[in-house]
């Protein structure tokens, strides 16, 4: 695979591998082992963008990804994310980017990691309590540091991107960017352009829509994050999968599948996007990775983008409590 550029300098595989879902948010996680094995045939196959985040577990995740890439760390990106504040039993308890936050987090997941360097930290959302310029502020020391390569951002709208960026170059924003959710193609894309700053989209397959595997009849049990998401109760579904349907018509034609047509039709839109599905599976990942090697043409890309024109997608992405942490300013 030809790698990609996000920022000036970080390359990376044109397809990451979202990390959240080997823990949590998907139904019961598979054994910690098949996890780590996993991970280590990712990189085999020609992954080295892992995206994993202090909140996912909290903390196991980063503990897998830790254990899985350290005898081949030479040979991946590692990028994670502060932002969340916690209990005191661990658990999630709101946002937070004060200063202190940010740098124990950074050391908590150094630790975890099994590794003295983070390449990509992300804020993983914006605080609307701490101005963004003591966060990017924070972030240039522990660059400085030498404990951080290089900052990142989640979900975060283009006047906060720009004050950031004023302060320490952002080398990534990460957001939901797919066939089923274009809002970045609005305003974000255009800053990203504009600043040289790489975009990497997580659900870029709908959380698994643009797979062809949900139908109608689907149901999410016991923690799958989409038994709580709009997007997904059966009205809503049954709606939805009309973009599936439109999507598969063109895969079908192609001879693909229609998650590599999705993706090649992000990996189409910028040459500095780098989408990271997620997958515990090592045949869902080489279909992923095999999006990297599909060419669509210009007539290919305007079916694809008319379809998702043609679809006035129903539910939001998130329930209100989540939605309400996503920077649109």
Same mark, same amino acid.
């Given at each position: ?235 809503? $579904?049954?709606? &939805?999968? %009309?973009? /599936?349907?439109?999507? =598969? @018509?063109?895969? +079908? ?40 090697? $599909?060419?669509? &043409?210009? %007539?290919? /890309?305007?079916?694809? =983008? @008319?379809?998702? +024109? ?20």
């Amino acid at each position: 695979m030809n790698p990609r550029t996000l920022g000036t300098d970080l390359s990376v595989s044109p397809i990451g591998l979202g990390c959240m879902g080997i823990s949590q948010s998907f139904g019961p996680s598979p054994d910690r082992a098949g996890m780590v094995a996993f991970l280590r045939q990712a990189v085999d196959e020609g992954v080295t963008l892992f995206d994993t985040a202090e909140v996912y577990g909290p903390f196991a995740n980063e503990e897998i990804v830790g254990e899985a890439l350290e005898p081949v760390r030479d040979r991946v990106i590692i990028a994670t994310k502060f932002g969340f504040a916690f209990d005191e039993y661990g658990n999630q308890d709101g946002v937070t980017s004060r200063p202190e936050r940010i740098r124990a987090a950074v050391d908590g997941s150094l630790r975890r990691l099994r590794t003295d360097v983070i390449d990509l930290l992300y804020q993983h959302r914006v605080d609307p309590d701490v101005p963004i310029e003591d966060v990017a502020g924070t972030v240039k020391e522990l660059i400085e540091a030498g404990k951080v390569r290089h900052f990142g951002m989640s979900e975060a709208g283009p006047t906060t991107i720009r004050r950031a960026h004023a302060v320490q170059p952002v080398t990534a924003l990460q957001s939901e960017y797919s066939l089923f959710w274009r809002e970045p193609e609005q305003s974000v894309l255009p800053t990203l352009e504009e600043l040289g700053i790489g975009f990497v989209p997580f659900s870029p397959l709908g959380r698994g829509l643009l797979t062809g595997q949900v139908t109608a009849s689907s149901t999410f049990g016991e923690g799958d994050i989409r038994a709580n998401l709009p997007r997904f109760t059966p009205e809503a $579904l049954a709606h &939805n999968l %009309e973009l /599936v349907e439109k999507v =598969t @018509a063109i895969a +079908d034609r192609l001879s693909a599948a229609p998650g590599q047509v999705a993706l090649a039709w992000l990996l189409a839109q910028r040459p500095w996007i780098v989408p990271i599905p997620g997958t515990r599976r090592l045949e869902r990942l080489q279909e992923n990775l095999s999006a990297a090697e $599909l060419e669509l &043409n210009s %007539e290919d /890309v305007d079916q694809l =983008t @008319a379809a998702s +024109d043609s679809i006035n997608v129903r539910g939001d992405r998130y329930p209100a409590s989540m939605q309400a942490m996503v920077d649109r300013s």
